[in-house]
Nanobody
Framework: VQLQASGGGLVQAGGSLRLSCEAS????????MAWFRQAPGKEREFVAI???????DYSEFVKGRFAISRDNAKNTVYLQMNSLKFEDTAVYYC???????????????????WGQGTLVTVSS
């Protein structure tokens, strides 16, 4: 199982970025795929998840601004980030699981596989 995150960069506040997470070694179609982020000195926090059923959920900090999606043909999950704020600055990680952790899917500890992360820097 490998997860390759990309698409990060430097953007001004109010701008947009789209992150990609390409999966290999498994078919992500049947997996629940999620994005987390970690800012310097802070714990890793949940951003968004898309279930194998296409159910989606977001953290309160990004709801209405970010959108998670998947392209099963490309075995890739995306995170479209709009109206970026300075506080969105972090390393963004993708992860996934075949198990649906009811009530716990926002916890990074339930996931076994992580990508290397991609840095998003939002200038104010």
């Amino acid at each position: 199982v490998q997860l390759q995150a990309s698409g990060g960069g430097l953007v001004q506040a109010g701008g947009s970025l789209r992150l990609s997470c390409e999966a290999s070694g498994f078919n992500s179609r049947s997996w629940n795929m999620a994005w987390f982020r970690q800012a310097p000195g802070k714990e890793r926090e949940f951003v968004a998840i898309i279930r194998s059923t296409n159910y989606k959920d977001y953290s309160e900090f990004v709801k209405g601004r970010f959108a998670i999606s998947r392209d099963n043909a490309k075995n890739t999950v995306y995170l479209q980030m709009n109206s970026l704020k300075f506080e969105d600055t972090a390393v963004y990680y993708c992860t996934g699981s075949r198990t649906w952790y009811i009530g716990r899917y926002h916890l990074p500890t339930v996931y076994d596989y992580w990508g290397q992360g991609t840095l998003v820097t939002v200038s104010s």
